[in-house]
């Protein structure tokens, strides 16, 4: 069994949630913040059975877009660096996946 842990943008998180359920998967959504942007992102637990790992893989790839965005950088306007605007690309999705040694639901 693997944990997924996938972090997302707020704008694709309802698509994906319901995408998952669709499909049979349990999920955790919590609410996050990025450290260096300081915006909402939304962190997905998905706990599964590994031969599932490439199906909900698919399905993260499939509603996770990348956007470009102008930022004033938190970090930089901290470290006393100029706050011009600089250009990210968020996303789509940032997943990890990680063993689990036991689950248990009681
Ligand atoms: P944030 O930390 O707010 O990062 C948003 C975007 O800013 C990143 O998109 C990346 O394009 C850029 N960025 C982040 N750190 C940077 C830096 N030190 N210098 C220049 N640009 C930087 P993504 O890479 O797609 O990440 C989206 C979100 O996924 C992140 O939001 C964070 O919440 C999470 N994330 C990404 N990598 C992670 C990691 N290794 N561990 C934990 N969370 C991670």
């Keep these: 069994m693997k944990m997924v842990i996938a972090i997302v943008q707020k704008k694709d998180s309802n698509h994906l949630q319901s995408a998952l359920i669709e499909a049979g998967f349990r999920s955790t959504r919590l609410a996050s913040v990025g450290g260096f942007l300081s915006e909402g992102n939304v962190t997905f637990l998905i706990g599964v059975v590994d031969p599932q790992i490439p199906m909900v893989m ?26 011009m605007p600089v250009n990210v690309q968020v996303g789509g999705a940032t997943v990890f996946v990680l063993p689990v040694e036991q689950f248990e639901q009681f």
């Design 58 to 83: 698919e399905i993260i790839r499939e509603h996770a877009q990348s956007r470009d965005q102008f930022v004033s950088s938190p970090a930089a306007t901290d470290l006393g660096r100029s706050t």
